[in-house]
């Protein structure tokens, strides 16, 4: 067993980031695309670029643009904002693993078990991804 944590920006009513819209970014950011990354987890173009529109909407910024010079049919790749963005939630999946693990050191006795280097982010049976996707 593992302690696993997710880490959300949330709105009044609703998740602006979370684990799959930043898996979505990092996706596009080593891919090339969004139209590369939504093929590569399994969803539709449409609805990938619906939740990262929601997320800029909400968030105030653009997380992708068009590559070159803005046109129809271009790709949609990320921008320096979606960089920052996606920087500081590694950072901060980091940061929080590690206070997870300093908490892991004085748990009860009954969850010994637990492995000592906590999750954060990773669905139950899936390998925490390192920097790239590929």
């Not at 819209?21 to 080593?30: I, W, Y």
């Not at 046109?71 to 790749?77: D, E, L, P, Q």
């Not at 997870?100 to 139950?124: I, M, Q, W, Y």
Request: aromatic share 6%; hydrophobic share 40%.
């Amino acid at each position: 067993m593992k302690l696993s944590i997710k880490l959300f920006i949330e709105g009044d009513r609703e998740y602006v980031l979370g684990p799959g819209r930043v898996e979505l970014l990092r996706a596009t950011d080593s891919l090339g695309s969004l139209l590369k990354a939504a093929q590569h987890m399994g969803m539709s173009y449409r609805w990938a670029w619906g939740r990262l529109r929601d997320a800029e909407k909400a968030l105030g910024v653009e997380l992708l643009t068009q590559e070159g010079p803005a046109a129809r049919g271009k790709a949609k790749v990320l921008s320096e904002e979606g960089r920052q963005l996606l920087r500081w939630y590694g950072e901060m999946e980091e940061k929080i693993a590690a206070v997870a693990a300093k908490g892991l050191t004085n748990c009860p006795e009954f969850l010994r078990h637990l492995d000592a280097e906590p999750e954060v982010n990773v669905k139950p049976g899936q390998r925490k991804r390192k920097k790239s996707l590929i």
